[in-house]
Every structure is written in structure tokens, then in C-alpha cells.
């Protein structure tokens, strides 16, 4: 299967060709050749999908892992070195079939999206440039190959999400989103150090055979700080895939990341990028669960608060897209929640699988509703709710797509995200009480926010717009990838994915657990019909029950002032305490020590500049006087 | 004679003076060459020739001194030491 190299060249070639020669084509050319590239690299994605899952995937029961291509691309010592390749097992494949196909739609949506904005070209090179990094994050054999392409996705994200440069607001969120993940990375860079440094190895394969024996023994003994080093360098790698799907405390910089154009939003903000923390948890599943099963608890944990802290604050956005962000972040950490209370093996690993079920379905319909969004601000010309409501008489295609997409994510079935949610609220439901009734809770928030989007935006009173502002249907490039979506965001479900992917690769069965499922399904019910009687109709209700709540709605509104604590932190700890101290020590004891010696040497200099007079009388007689003062000590001593 | 020499060397400020104490101080030490060959190896002569020697290299350092100091004349004006400074500035 060597042609799945095809996949990461192909868009590498067309950054190289868009970004250099971009400028010389015309926007749609480079537009279509763009869009054709990526179509032929989801082809060829979908060929190694099906050629991997119907014919050379299983090596009898199992699912194995395949490696079609692998170099040595630097070596350290004997043991250690870094390579490239491209590793094949299910939950890459997988990745790469989502990752082609959302990219493709997004491509084909920019076409009428971003039609006649400036930079046009450089938009689709640095698309190109992104769907480079991030499949071949996924296919990465070893953890420092994706480190690697971690970095590139993060750069080409920062340079997307700063596309509109001349806006202050979008080049400061770029420049948020690149330096909070760039500080959870440092995390997951030490913690790739200490791993290394212990197993002698990159490579996930090594890494995660054996129930990750190798792990668990080269680890033995160490601690620090009372909790084993195997503990804290998988501790310190979540904290890198904490920082790139926006877990808290470090989500901080995905709703300012709503800056970039929405279809950029769709696809890296929503579909791929942000799942790479989940995608690396579950890389190292088995790592995680044998050697440090107090990193998965944490995880667990940290994903729950996320997902009711974020779906808490998305009910009150009034900016769609913010809206959409934090139901982004809700939604990933429910992927966190699902590794993090799966166990190992057959329907035991029932968590892992819905996690990697779960980003699945999700990447389709949440790309869905980020491009549905799109659809209606490239209408209203407007991010605000205020500005919308009544548009299904104006844009029937994007209020139906729309909808499934809403009724996907709030977990209604036959829709995909039902069996999903069912899946992770299963795995949670036996061991984790807790863990499962929040989550139970946040799925009602989950369907009462989206439904009020949906309402806000398509319904909600006889909203008038003025004659030439009229909003219109989208062009059918922006159409037609929404349609295709929602076919996915049906359809996408009813995959019984117990069977192609599990935590120990050996294919299970699952059963929807009635009792879940109807628990589940009341909830989403519930929260949609509170939706429905506060947001179909115009009505004060919504504003009157903000102000009951009062301070809640207050804190909530302002995203429980997270940004604010974050900038008191940087401000004030870590400038005032960390970088002051350390400037002064900079500037006054090392520029001091550089400034004295060349001080101590001018000024010596300078008293004995006077000297060299150039008198030769007086040099001949400071010469006599030392003649004789020399000769005089030579007698007389 | 030697120290008169000196003395000259160091304190006067006319050129042709500071050459007439030289020619002391070089004079001085030939008569000292002179002198303790007698004292010391009163049957070679290298002391002599050495003598010789010096005198003519005295004779040729007088002539190329005086060339300068007829040269530093015509372009200052005057053979007063202190005034040759136009290469310092």
C-alpha cells in the first residue's frame, strides 16, 4: 500500500505550487487546482480505507498495524532516532478518510465562500499546507514524527486563524491560539524527553505492544514527587493534547479562533485539528492504561468539568460561532471522558472505541453546522443572533442541513450523533456515576443550546430585512458540500464500528443499552423542547430568566472570566515574578559584568593614554632613570 | 662625559644641541673602548677597531641628523624640538 504516501505528497505539492506560483494564476484556478488536488487525495484515502478495512487490514482476528513506508530520518544513539513513515491501523485510517473528505468539502465550499477576498490563493495553499500536517500527524509511526507535524498543524492553524491580518482582533487571536497551545506543547515535548529517555524509543508500535511492557518495566522505581515518572510523562503529553483540543484550563484560545474564515473554522477548529489531543490519547491507549492509569482518571475528570463548563457558557453566546466553539470544546471533551473511563480489551474497551466513534460523527456534523453557519453570515453579513431569525424562508437548504445537524448533535436517533453519545454515556454509565449523570446533564445542555441556535437563526419572529440586503441561498459550491455533509451526519451512525475499532484491535460486538439510550433520548428530547417554547416565538422569557439567574448569566457570558484570570496570570505572576526578575538579571548582572570589564578597560586605557607622548627627550629619560634604577638595585641588592 | 651627554640629551630643546650631546654621549663610549682595552687586553686591538668603527658610524649619523634638521628648518621655520609635532595632529 505504498501509494498511501500519495495522500501526504499530493497537498505538500500543492502548498509548494499554490504558495510560490499562487500569485501568478488566477483566484480560480488556483481555487480549482486546490480542489481537485484534495479531491484525488480523498480518493486515494478512501482506496487505502477500503483496501485496508475489507482486504489486507486483519491478520486473522485482529486488526494490525500496517507500515507501507518508514526511513530513518535522524539518529540520535544506537537505540534512539527518529523516523519517518506512514503507519496503517484502524484509527488512522479512519482519521485519514475524515480528514480527506471534511477538507474536501470545505475546499469545494471556499470556492463560493471566500470567492473575491484577497489572498484567495494563499488561503487555499495554507489549507493545503494544514491537510499536509494533519494527515500526516495521524499516520505518524513514532511520537516524534508527530510532534513534528503537531508543530505544523499548529503554524498553519495560527497562520488561517490570522488569514484577515489587517484585523487586529484575528491577528491577536492567532497570536493566542499559537502561544497557549505552544506552551501546552512544551509540556508534551518534556514528556516525549522523559519517555524516550526511559524506553529507548519513538516508536508507537514498540511503545504500545505487549500491554505496553516496555513501559511499564524501564519506568520501575522511578518517582518524582510522589508519583511514578511514567505518571508524569504521560501526564505532561495530555497536557500537550490538553492544549490542542481546548481542554480546561487551556481552551482559552478556541473562541477567539472563530477569527479565521468559518470554513476554516469547519475544518480545523471543529473537524480535525482540536482531535488530535483525543487521536494521541488513543494512539497511546494502551501506554496510558497499563502504565499510568491515574493519567486516564485525571483525563476523565478534567473532560467532564470541560464538557459542562463549555456547554454552560455556550447557552448564553449570542455570537453563533462562539456558540458553535464551545459546543466544539463540550463535544471533544466528551471524547476525553470516553478514553478516559474505557478499559482495556474486547466490550471492556467499550470507551475507546466510542471515543474514536464519537470524533467520527462528530467531525461531520459539527463541520456541518460550522459551514451551515457560514452559509448564514456569507447571507446576513453578521456573526450576531440579533441580526438573524426568520431565515428558513430565505435559505430552505441550509435550515434543513442544518437541522439534521442540530438533531445529530443533540443525540436524537436515527441521527448519527445518537449512537455515539449512547456509546460514551454506556461506557461511563457501570463504574462512573458521576461521570456519567454530568455528562447525561451536559447532553440536555448540549440539545437546549444548539436548538436555541437553530431557532435564533432560522425562526424566531417576522425579522424583515431591507430590499438589497435581502439575504439569498447560498451558491451551490456552498450548497452542495452542506447536502453531502448531511447525508454523512444521517447516515454515519448506523456504521457498526464496534468492528473495525477497538482498544485491544480485536473486533467486539456492541448493543444499544435501552436503558441509556432512552435516559439519553429523554434528555436531548427535554432540552429541545425547552428550546423550542423559549426561542421559536419572540418572546421576553429567555431575557427574564437571564436575569433571575442574574450573576450566573453574568459569569457565564463573559466565559466565567477565564480570559481575564488567564491575562491577571501572564500579567502579573508570570511577567511580574518570572520574567521581571529574570530581565533585571539580564540587564544588570550579566550586560553589568560585559559593560564593567569593557569600563575597567577604557579607563586604564585612558590614564595611560598620556604617556605615549611621543617625546622621544622623555622617553630617553624615563629609559635612564629605570637604567639606573636597575643598576642600582643590581649593585646594592 | 657620558652624563653630560645624557644631561644634554634630556634638557635641551635647540636640535643642533641635542646633536652635540649625542655626539658626547657616542664619544664617551669610545673613549671607554679605548680605554679598558688598554686596561683590560693590552695586547689585542679589537677595542681599537672598535673605536674606529664607531667614529664612522658617528660621522655618517651626524650627516643624515643634520639633513633632517635642515629639512625640519625649511618646513617649520625653526629647530626647536617641541615644534615638530605636525605629524602627531
Sequence with gaps: MEYSLFILIAPFFLFLVLGLLGMKMQPKVAGIIGTAGMGLCAICAYAVAYQYFFQTGKAGEEWQQLIPVNFEWLRFTEYLHIDLGILLDPISVMMLAVI???????????????????????????????????????????????????????????????????????????????????????????????LSYYTKTFDFGTLTANHAELVTNSFAGGTFMGLSLATWALALIFMGGAGKSAMFPLHIWLPDAMEGPTPVSALIHAATMVVAGVFLVARLFPVYFFAAPDVLTLIAYVGTFTALFAAIIAITQTDIKRVLAFSTISQIAYMMVALGVSDYGGHDGLGYMASMFHLFTHAFFKALLFLGAGSVIHAVHSNEMSQMGNLRKYMPVTNITFAIACLAIAGIPPF???????????????????????????????????????????????????????????????????????????????????????????????????????????????????????????????????????????????????????????????????CMPIAWFDRHIIDGAMNGLAWTTQKSADSVKGLQSGQVQFYAWVFVAGSVLIAVLVLFL | MFFIGIFGFITRKNMIAILISLELVLNAVEINFAAFNRFLYPHQLEGMFFTLFGIAITAAETAVALAIIINAYRSVGNININNLNKMKN
Design chain 1, 416 to 578: 448519527s450523533g445518537f449512537f455515539s453519545k449512547d456509546e460514551i454515556l454506556a461506557a461511563a454509565f457501570h463504574n462512573h456515576p458521576l461521570i456519567f449523570w454530568t455528562l447525561w446533564a451536559v447532553a440536555g445542555l448540549t440539545a437546549f443550546y444548539m436548538w436555541r441556535l437553530y431557532y435564533c437563526i432560522f425562526w424566531n419572529g417576522n425579522k424583515t430585512y431591507s430590499e438589497h440586503h435581502k439575504p439569498h441561498e447560498s451558491p451551490w459550491t456552498m450548497a452542495v458540500p452542506l447536502i453531502i455533509l448531511a447525508v454523512f451526519s444521517v447516515f454515519s451512525g448506523l456504521i457498526p464500528f464496534a468492528g473495525f475499532i477497538s482498544s485491544d484491535n480485536m473486533p467486539f460486538h456492541t448493543h444499544i443499552d435501552w436503558l441509556v439510550a432512552s435516559l439519553s433520548i429523554g434528555i436531548g428530547v427535554t432540552g429541545i423542547a425547552v428550546a423550542t417554547v423559549l426561542y421559536l416565538r419572540k418572546s421576553n422569557r429567555p431575557a427574564e430568566i437571564a436575569q433571575s439567574l442574574g450573576g450566573l448569566y453574568r459569569a457565564a457570558l463573559h466565559k466565567f472570566y477565564l480570559d481575564e484570570i488567564w491575562m491577571w496570570f501572564t500579567q502579573t505572576v508570570i511577567f511580574k515574578y518570572i
Design chain 1, 100 to 194: 480527506t473528505t471534511v477538507s474536501l468539502m470545505v475546499h469545494i465550499y471556499s470556492l463560493g465562500y471566500m470567492h473575491g477576498e484577497t489572498g484567495f490563493q494563499r488561503y487555499y495553499a495554507l489549507l493545503s499546507l494544514f491537510s499536509f500536517s494533519m494527515l500526516g500527524l495521524v499516520v505518524a509511526t513514532n511520537i516524534f514524527q508527530m510532534y513534528i507535524f503537531w508543530e505544523l498543524v499548529g503554524v498553519s492553524s495560527y497562520s488561517l486563524i490570522g488569514f484577515y491580518y489587517t484585523k487586529p482582533s484575528a491577528v491577536s487571536a492567532s497570536k493566542k491560539a499559537f502561544i497557549v497551545t505552544r506552551f501546552a506543547d512544551l509540556g508534551f515535548l518534556i514528556g516525549i524527553l522523559i
